[in-house]
């Protein structure tokens, strides 16, 4: 077990579009199990590659029903519109009310290399679409309609 440092606002990586991963090594699983640490330890629900410094089509994603790797995600399958309040690991102490669809479905390649589609709704949907943002550059302040303080660790 690993866990990252974990890149805060004004790094340059969080801006970067990330890079598709070519072929599954055993440094890509090696991340994508201590990327699951780190988020478990954050106790984050998402993180993304660039949230580690690591500019690559990665992310990790535990709404509480168990943990979806992500290599290479497209949303394939969008639905409806609600705004929900958000925030990220890598801007503490913001959260921000954000739009998003409600259903997504999601490609991306598992760990063995498979193409794998997981479909989510709500909390679900929103994890993904904010850590897809994440390979993007794309942070939810750049989406948010108002942004409110918060206390850290609340
Ligand atoms: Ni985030």
Redesign the pocket.
């Known amino acids: 077990m690993a866990v990252y440092r974990i890149v805060e606002v004004g790094d340059p990586v969080l801006k970067e579009k990330a890079r598709r991963v070519p072929r599954i090594t055993p440094n890509v699983l090696k991340l994508l199990d201590n990327m699951a640490d780190t988020m478990y330890e954050a106790k984050?629900v998402?993180?993304?590659a660039p949230?580690v410094g690591v500019s690559k089509r990665i992310a990790v994603v535990d709404v509480g029903h168990g943990l979806v790797e992500l290599i290479n995600p497209v949303i394939v399958h969008k639905e409806g519109m609600e705004t929900d309040v958000e925030?990220?690991?890598?801007?503490p102490g913001l959260k921000g009310e954000v739009p998003r669809y409600v259903k997504v479905k999601v490609r991306a390649l598992n760990r063995e290399g498979k193409e794998v589609e997981y479909e989510g709704e709500g909390l679900l949907a929103r994890a993904f679409q904010?850590?897809i943002d994440?390979l993007d550059g794309i942070?939810?302040t750049d989406k948010a309609q108002n942004l409110t303080k918060i206390k850290r660790g609340f």
């Open positions: 984050g998402g993180l993304a949230q925030g990220c690991l890598s801007i904010h850590e994440h942070l939810f």
